[in-house]
């Protein structure tokens, strides 16, 4: 490949890294840096509004654990679980920093919905979880 065509690749994969660094382009994002990898969900911005969610599989019986670390400058932010049925089972709202653990035992097989939603905020959450039997 020449000089050129490696150039436009290059600019190409930056450009679409950006696009998809946060996920939306619709959505309110401002300087946002966001990972949902395995059992762990990290996002620092100076505007997040908008929704970052993840999938948790789950057995009858079986205990969902999530612990979050959260810095609210300023907006509000919101964490939500929905049960399989994306009925409400927990959810915690933020206006100032937080850390702390939720519990939540699963009554039926299936996948829960965990929900992060900011409204005008800046600052970050790390959220991580662990289902045990």
């Known amino acids: 490949m020449n000089r050129k065509t490696l150039k436009l690749i290059f600019i190409l994969f930056v450009a679409a890294a950006i696009v998809s660094s946060c ?13 949902n990898i395995g059992n762990e969900m990290n996002c620092r911005y100076k505007l997040f509004s908008d929704q970052e969610t993840d ?6 019986g079986e205990t969902l654990e999530i612990s979050y670390d959260v810095e609210v400058e300023s907006g509000e932010l919101r964490i939500s679980l929905l049960n399989p049925d994306e009925e409400g089972v927990w959810e915690k709202d933020f206006m100032e920093a937080a850390s702390d653990t939720a519990t939540y035992q699963a009554n039926e097989d ?8 900011g409204v005008d905020t800046e600052g970050l959450f790390n959220i991580s979880w662990q289902v045990m039997e």
């Open 23 to 35: 996920n939306a382009i619709s959505s309110k994002r401002v300087g946002c840096v966001c990972t």
């Open 55 to 60: 999938r948790i599989k789950v057995e009858s």
């Open 110 to 117: 299936g996948k829960l919905i965990l929900i992060v939603e």
